[in-house]
DNA sequence: TATTTTTGATTGACTGATCAATCAATAAAA
DNA sequence: TTTTATTGATTGATCAGTCAATCAAAAATA
C-alpha cells in the first residue's frame, strides 16, 4: 500500500470529502472521522496531513473558491463584449454544481463559520471583492462608473439572495429562474440609465 | 428567592440569552451553560424548562421570527398606500436592530441549522413566505399580476443577500444604502413595465 | 392564627457519549 | 537504512442531559 508521492493525492481526497460530508450534512459540524471514512483513509491521517480540523475546513474554503475562481476566469475568456462577460458571470454563479443543494448548503456553512474563523472569512471577502470587481469592470463600460458601483452591489446582493433562498428547499427557483431575474435586473437598470 | 410563575420570565431570559449568545458567537456551537449563564440561570434550569438544547434553539428562532413578524404588521399598518407599504417592508427588512451585526450573525446561523432541523426550516420557509406575500399583495396594485411575482422574488433575494454581504463585515453597506438598493430594483422595475 | 403539607423553582454533582488530537508501532518503498 | 505512509489505540476535554436534594412560597389544616 505505501506508495511515495501520496500527500497531494490525500490531500485532494480530504478536501473533496469535506466538501461533500459538509454538504450533505448542510453543517461544519462533522467529525473528522466522518470526513476520512468518506475519503477512504484513518481520522489519524487526515490529522497527519492537515495538522487540525480547522485547517482542513479552511484548505476546503480555499480550494473550492480557487476552482470557482478558474470556472469565471474561463467563462470570461470566452465571452467578447462586456454585455457578454456580464453574462458569463452570472452563468458561472448559477451553474449547476454550484447550484446543487448540497453545494448551497456548504457554502451557507461556510458563511457562517466565517462569524468565527478569521481566515475563513478572509476567503469569502475576497471571493466577493472579485465578483464585485468583475461586474464593475464591464458595467463600466455600459454605463457612467459612478452607476456602475451601485449596479455591481445590487447584482452581486441578489446573487446571494437567491442562493440563501435555493438553501431553504421551499418554492425552490430553478437555475433559469434565476439567472433571469439576475440578468433582467442589469438589463432594466441599464436601460433606466440609458432613458 | 423561590417566587412562583417563574416560568414565562426564565423562558423569555433563556430565549433571549440564546439569541445574543448566538449572535456573539456567530454560531450555534454554542452551550447551554454559556446561554443559561448568560440568563443568569443554572444549565440545569435550562434543561428543565426546554428539556433539550435543540428546543431551546427552535424556540428562539420562533420567537424572534414573532417579533420579527409584529414589526412588519406595525410597519404595514401606519402606511397607506401600496407604494407606501411596500417601503415599510423594506424598511423593517433593514432596521437597527435587525441589520445589527449580532443579530446577521444569528439569523446565518440559524439558516445554516435549518439544513438539520426540520422545525427551524420550517420557520424560516414561513418568513419567506409571507415576505413574498407581503410583496406581492402590493405590487399587485402597481403593475401586472404576472409581473408581481418575478418583482417580488427579486426584491425578496435582494434584502437576503444584502444581508449576507453585510455579514461578511467588509466594505459594510449602510442601512440607508441598503434600502436605496431594494427601493431602487422596485422603482426601476416598476417604472420599466409602465414603459 | 399557627402548623403542616404540598408544590414549583433551583442547583451541584454526576454520567455517558462524543471527538479532536496524539503517539507509538508497522510496513513498504527508496 | 532512512524516509514516507499509515493506522489502532488511547487520552483528555467538552458537553448535553439526568437526578437527587434543597429551599421557599402557597395552600391546607388544625
Redesign the interface.
Known amino acids: 500500500m505505501p506508495k511515495v508521492g501520496m500527500e497531494p493525492v490525500r490531500r485532494k481526497a480530504l478536501v473533496d470529502a469535506a466538501m461533500r460530508v459538509i454538504g450533505d450534512?448542510?453543517?461544519l459540524?462533522v467529525t473528522m472521522s466522518e470526513i476520512a471514512k468518506q475519503a477512504g483513509v484513518s481520522p489519524a491521517l487526515a490529522h497527519h496531513y492537515f495538522g487540525s480540523k480547522e485547517q482542513l475546513l479552511i484548505e476546503t474554503v480555499r480550494v473550492h473558491l480557487q476552482r470557482l475562481r478558474d470556472s469565471v476566469v474561463t467563462a470570461l475568456r470566452a465571452a467578447t463584449t462586456p454585455r457578454e462577460k456580464l453574462s458569463a458571470v452570472i452563468r458561472v454563479s448559477f451553474q449547476a454544481d454550484q447550484f446543487a443543494p448540497e453545494t448551497i448548503?456548504a457554502w451557507?456553512?461556510f458563511?457562517?463559520?466565517?462569524?468565527?474563523s478569521e481566515e475563513t472569512?478572509r476567503f469569502?471577502?475576497i471571493y466577493?471583492?472579485r465578483l464585485h470587481s468583475n461586474l464593475v469592470a464591464n458595467l463600466k463600460a455600459l454605463c457612467p462608473a459612478e452607476d456602475a458601483g451601485?449596479i455591481a452591489?445590487?447584482a452581486?446582493?441578489?446573487?446571494?439572495?437567491?442562493?440563501?433562498?435555493q438553501?431553504?428547499?421551499?418554492?425552490p427557483?430553478s437555475t433559469e429562474?434565476s439567472i433571469a431575474?439576475t440578468e433582467?435586473?442589469l438589463t432594466?437598470?441599464l436601460?433606466?440609465l440609458k432613458g
Not at 458563511?111 to 468565527?116: D, I, L, N
Not at 452581486?156 to 433562498?165: C, E, K, S, V
Not at 438553501?167 to 418554492?171: N, Q, T
Open positions: 450534512h448542510g453543517s459540524t448548503a451557507l456553512a458563511y457562517a463559520e466565517a462569524q468565527r472569512r469569502l471577502v466577493a471583492r451601485r452591489e445590487g452581486a446582493a441578489m446573487i446571494d439572495g437567491l442562493y440563501i433562498r438553501s431553504l428547499k421551499s418554492a427557483i429562474a431575474l433582467g435586473y432594466t437598470h436601460n433606466a
